[in-house]
């Protein structure tokens, strides 16, 4: 197990013995990125995106191309480092925001996204998904459960958990679900879901809930609704071009448009997708992931040699209100919200 380092805090002028501490204000929110560079970092910001403190993965970046680079849990955040196939699991303080380097997990490949659901952490690599179980002791080191992907190809895009299953995309045209044991250890081989439209291109990015995935169809400029192993309902983007990324908050789900930089609004309710607002907000850059949690929704943003960061509040009726921006070196990869 890798030993944690002793970091400061910009919010306060803590040191402790290990970990990286942070006001304890309940009302305070973090959004933590990763720079995804030669020497990969978790890069932690406050609500309006100031950059407050950096803890290094002990892992190298490189990913590009997917979603959910980092999944934050009950107890740990993971974030994928590619370029050492090695995926950094940290335990989570919430009360005291802190963070300890937990456990240094090596991958079957290059990790491009991560989840947690069912007392498990499952990890999409560009050849395989694993699942590694939670116990009382930390994420384990060996995985439960191994299963190749369809393609295999190295377009694997993002893995997310539904209810008895996981669904992964790759973006050579395959939308795929892996069985869960009653544990939520993977089994069985991957198997593509059915009523897959015949203009699929691109599956990129997926939000989960319950039985229900809504997935990007980025190149056909499409969202589709999958649940139980098959599309049901496909609804088009408007003026707004390649949905990628997505993130659901109760009603609502947001959609990253990358080519025309922006996000969209979609109501969605039983298998219906209606997109509200095509151009809920615009960016300088393309965007390359979106989050949500607990009233906040964060975007990342790329523009040549830099990467920025954006924090909306978002009201009752879906509206949103920008609350601050940040602005990094690189090709941040990954965001996640810790409230």
Known sequence: MPTSTVLYSALAALTLTSGAAYAN??????????????????LIHSADGTLLNS?????????????????????????????????????????????????????VGGPVSV???????YVLTTTHVESHAITRRGVTANPDGLTGLVKADGSAAQVG?????????????????????????LTGAASTVADLPANTNAPFGLATRGDSAYVTIAHANEISLVRHDAVLTVTGSGTEMAPCWVALDGPYLYSANSPSRSVSRYLVHGQAITQEVAAAARFNGSPTDITYAGGLLAVIDGAGTQSHLSVFNVDDDGNLALRGTGTMAGGVNGVAILR
């Open 25 to 42: 204000d309940a009302n305070r929110a973090l959004v933590i990125t990763a720079s995804n560079g030669a020497a990969n970092t978790l």
């Open 55 to 107: 803890i290094p993965t002990q892992g190298q970046g490189g990913v590009g191309g997917n979603a959910g680079g980092i999944a934050l849990g009950e107890r740990y955040l993971a974030v994928v480092n590619f370029g050492s196939s090695t995926v950094s699991v940290f335990s989570v303080d919430r009360e005291d925001r802190v963070l300890f380097l937990d456990e240094l997990l090596n991958t």
């Open 115 to 121: 989840a947690f659901g069912h007392d498990h952490l």
């Open 161 to 185: 958990a539904l209810s008895h299953e996981v669904i992964i995309s790759e973006k050579n045209n395959i939308i795929e679900t892996v069985r869960l044991t009653a544990d939520g250890a």
